[in-house]
């Protein structure tokens, strides 16, 4: 088709200018087709909220656009045959997960701290001492009882905890966002913690 370039659906493929997002289900088609617009496709819809992601985290955009490159490779030998339901947490997970893992290795040569450390204090306060730092996805029976944690607050709560936690935003972002005071977000978080601590040991998790 000349040098259109492809968007595809289940009956077949129908031409796309690059221009303009499409919805999820037409770019998970891309994958399945094999098509290399599936990786154009994906990085205009969520180019800048895997970029978020990743900037929260390495505090680098030089960085954090490497990482975005590296997780539109991973999505790409990743489906088929993996189908992910919600496509934007899908990306967002892996993209979280090499931002961690490049923050790692860099903390690794330079033996020092950085924006990291805060989130590990943080959550050291009411996580298992081994699992500090590390993704609690990684931990089925810890990643079940935090989800279940999660289930039972107020929305605006689980929000903030999932901005903070999740997505690595800062204070002022959250504050920002939300329209509320930094101190109020950080003793919001700070009563999340506690709950979130006293709720894992009713689960029979060790803190």
């Not at 993209?95 to 990291?116: P, Q, Y």
């Not at 204090?121 to 590390?134: I, K, T």
Request: net charge neutral; glycine share 8%; with cysteine.
């Amino acid at each position: 088709m000349g040098g259109e370039k492809l968007a595809a659906f289940e009956g077949g493929a129908v031409p796309w200018s690059g221009k303009g997002k499409l919805e999820d289900e037409a770019i998970l088609a891309l994958y399945w087709e094999r098509s290399e617009q599936a990786i154009s496709a994906t990085e205009v819809k969520y180019g800048k909220y895997c970029t978020c992601i990743a900037h929260n985290i390495l505090d680098n955009s030089e960085d954090a656009k490497e990482c975005d490159n590296d997780t539109w490779l991973r999505a790409w030998n990743a489906m088929p045959p993996g189908r992910p339901q919600r496509l934007a947490a899908f990306l967002g997970k892996i993209t979280r997960i090499l931002a961690i893992n490049r923050l790692e290795r860099e903390r690794a040569k330079k033996r020092g701290g950085g924006v990291m450390e805060v989130f590990v204090e943080e959550l050291g306060e009411c996580l298992p001492e081994r699992r500090a730092g590390v993704d609690p996805a990684d931990d089925f029976v810890l990643r079940d009882a935090i989800n279940r944690f999660l289930a039972v607050l107020p929305a605006e709560n689980r929000k903030l905890f999932v901005r903070r936690y999740w997505y690595f935003s800062s204070i002022r972002d959250i504050a920002v966002d939300y329209g509320m005071g930094e101190s109020k977000v950080k003793m919001a978080l700070l009563r999340m913690r506690s709950e979130l601590r006293r709720f894992l040991e009713k689960e029979g998790i060790e803190v």
